[in-house]
C-alpha cells in the first residue's frame, strides 16, 4: 500500500512560496528602520542581514519548486543536472550571512569609537559656541579677578616695612619698594635711569658674592645675617633671606630678597653686653677699691703725722709730701671707682637740672673760651624739678663736657639741651660737639674704666665710667652717638620721679 504524496508537494510548494515572500517582506521593513535612521549600524546590519536571507530564500524555495514542477513533468534527467548548482548557491549564501555577521563586529566597534568622537565633537563645538556668545564677559571677569589679586599683592609689596628687592643674577636692581628705597637712600628716577646694583651696598663685597654661591646651589637663603650701607653711609645690620626664579622663557635668573632692618636689636644687644660687662667690672672695682682704701687711709694719716713733725724744707719733708701727693692721687681713683661701682652713699633731694648744668657751664666757660670753644644751651622749660643727687650730676657734666673739650681741641662747638618727654615720663640730655668724633671700634670699651684715648698723664679713665655709674645709679642710661671727624652725641636719659610722693 503507498500513501499519495500530493499533499507533501503542495506544502514544500507553498512553503518554499511564503518562505520566499516573508524574506522579501523583511527586506521591506529592514529598509524602512534603516531609512529612519541611516547612521544606525544596527539597522544596516539587520538590512544585509535580511538581504542575505532573502538570497538564501530565493535560492532554498525556487530549488524546491523548480524540483517539484520537472519531477511532475517528467525531466528528472534535468533536475539532476541542477541540483549542484542549487545546493552550491545555497552554501554561498550561507557564507554571506556568516560573513556579514563576523564583519559587523569589527563595522560595530569603529561605529562606536565614530560617535565617541562625534559626541567629543559636538561637546567642543557647544563648548566654543559658549565662548564665542560669553567671551567678552569671561575676559571681563578674568581681568577683574588679575586685577584685584594684583592690587593685593601690590599692597603688600608697597607697605611692607621690610625691604622687598628684585634683582638678576648680576646684582642689578629690577624691582625695589619703597621700605628698601628709605633703607638704602635710593631714587626712583636714579633705578630706572641707571644700573645700580645691590651689591655695592654690602660693607663686605665677599658676603655678596657667597649669597650668589648659596643661591645657585641650594635655590634660597634663609636669615643670613648681614652689613649693608644704609642711606647715611651708616652700616646697617640686616637678616636677609633669598629665592631664585628661572625664567624658561629667555633662560635669564632672578633673586628675590626679603630684607629686615635689625639695626637697633643689634644695638640694644650690644647695650645688653655692655652693661653686663660693667656691671661685673664695677663688682671688681667694688671689691679691689674697698680692700686698698683702708691701708690707703692709714699711709695717708701716718704720713700727715710724720709731715707734722718734719721741720719745712729738709729732704725727708719733701719726700713725704711727694708720698702724700701719690696717696691723695690713689685716694682719688679708689673713689672713682667707688662711685662707678655705685658703692658711694647717693644723697638724693630735689633740685633743678637746669641749675645743675648751669652751674656746671658757668665753672667752664671761661676756660672753653680761652680754647675758642663755644658752649650753648637749649632747654625745654616743661623739664620739672627732679629727685637727684646734684652733685654726683654736676660731676657726670663735667665729665661730658671736658671730654667734648678734650675732642675738639681748639675752636668748636658744644651744645647742651633737653627735653622732657612725659608719654616715657623722662628727661633726654644730649651734649653734642663737633670734635674729632671717636672710632667705631672704641665706642664699645669708652665706658670701661682705665680705658683713654688720651695720652699718660692726661686723664684716669676714670670719668665716663664714673659717670656711667652715677647716671645707673639714678635709674637712667647714658649713650653714644659718634661719626668719626664729624663729632659726638653723648645721650643721658633719667627718669621722672614724683616730687611730692618721694
Not at 664695677?282 to 701716718?302: F, R, S, T
Request: hydrophobic share 40%.
Amino acid at each position: 500500500m503507498s500513501l499519495p504524496i500530493s499533499p507533501i508537494w503542495v506544502i514544500d510548494f507553498l512553503g518554499s512560496s511564503l518562505m520566499i515572500f516573508f524574506s522579501f517582506l523583511c527586506v521591506h521593513l529592514a529598509t524602512r528602520l534603516r531609512n529612519q535612521d541611516k547612521e544606525n549600524a544596527v539597522w544596516t546590519y539587520l538590512l544585509w542581514i535580511a538581504w542575505a536571507l532573502a538570497a538564501f530564500a530565493i535560492s532554498r524555495g525556487v530549488g524546491h519548486i523548480a524540483k517539484r514542477l520537472l519531477l511532475l513533468s517528467g525531466n528528472q534527467q534535468m533536475w539532476m543536472m541542477l541540483r549542484p548548482y542549487s545546493g552550491a548557491f545555497n552554501t554561498i549564501t550561507f557564507v554571506v550571512v556568516a560573513s556579514i555577521t563576523l564583519f559587523f563586529e569589527r563595522v560595530w566597534k569603529i561605529n562606536q569609537t565614530i560617535l565617541r568622537d562625534k559626541q567629543a565633537l559636538q561637546d567642543s563645538h557647544e563648548q566654543i559656541l559658549y565662548l564665542n556668545r560669553h567671551l567678552e564677559e569671561l575676559v571681563d571677569e578674568r581681568t577683574q579677578e588679575l586685577f584685584i589679586s594684583e592690587n593685593k599683592y601690590r599692597r603688600i609689596f608697597e607697605s611692607s616695612r621690610d625691604m622687598i628687592l628684585v634683582s638678576d643674577r648680576h646684582g642689578r636692581i629690577v624691582e625695589i619698594n619703597p621700605a628698601g628705597i628709605n633703607l638704602l637712600g635710593l631714587t626712583r628716577e636714579a633705578i630706572q635711569k641707571e644700573r645700580i646694583s645691590f651689591k655695592q651696598f654690602f660693607r663686605k663685597p665677599e658676603h655678596w658674592d657667597s649669597l650668589v654661591d648659596q643661591l645657585l646651589n641650594r635655590g634660597y637663603v634663609s636669615d643670613g645675617e648681614v652689613e649693608l650701607i644704609g642711606a647715611k653711609g651708616g652700616p646697617v645690620h640686616v637678616l636677609l633671606s633669598g629665592s631664585v626664579e628661572c625664567l624658561l622663557t629667555d633662560k635669564k635668573e632672578f633673586f628675590h630678597f626679603l630684607v629686615k632692618d635689625i639695626t637697633q636689636r643689634k644695638a640694644m644687644e650690644q647695650q645688653l653686653l655692655q652693661a653686663d660687662k660693667l656691671a661685673s667690672i664695677g663688682h671688681l672695682a667694688a671689691g679691689v677699691a674697698h680692700e686698698i682704701n683702708n691701708p690707703l687711709n692709714i699711709i695717708l694719716g701716718y704720713t700727715q703725722l710724720l709731715i707734722r713733725h718734719e721741720p719745712e724744707g729738709t729732704e725727708r719733708y719733701l719726700d713725704l709730701r711727694i708720698i702724700e701727693k701719690h696717696a691723695r692721687t690713689c685716694k682719688t681713683i679708689v673713689e672713682d671707682l667707688l662711685n662707678f661701682s655705685r658703692s658711694t652713699r647717693t644723697r638724693k633731694t630735689k633740685v633743678s637740672l637746669h641749675e645743675c648744668i648751669e652751674e656746671v657751664i658757668n665753672v667752664v666757660r671761661q676756660q672753653f673760651e680761652l680754647d675758642n670753644i663755644c658752649i650753648s644751651t637749649s632747654f625745654d622749660p616743661n623739664v620739672p624739678f627732679m629727685i637727684l643727687d646734684g652733685e654726683k650730676m654736676k660731676q657726670v657734666f663735667m665729665n661730658l663736657f671736658m671730654n667734648a673739650k678734650h675732642a675738639i681741641g681748639k675752636s668748636g662747638e658744644i651744645t647742651v639741651s633737653t627735653h622732657y618727654d612725659p608719654r616715657k615720663g623722662d628727661v633726654q640730655i644730649r651734649v653734642v660737639d663737633t670734635g674729632c668724633g671717636i672710632e667705631p671700634h672704641n665706642l664699645s670699651k669708652i665706658f670701661d674704666p682705665f680705658f683713654t684715648t688720651k695720652s699718660t698723664g692726661e686723664g684716669t679713665g676714670l670719668g665716663l665710667s664714673v659717670s656711667y655709674g652715677i647716671v645707673k645709679e639714678h635709674g637712667g642710661e647714658i649713650l653714644v652717638e659718634s661719626e668719626l671727624g664729624k663729632g659726638s652725641v653723648f645721650i643721658v636719659r633719667l627718669p621722672v620721679i614724683d616730687c611730692d610722693r618721694q
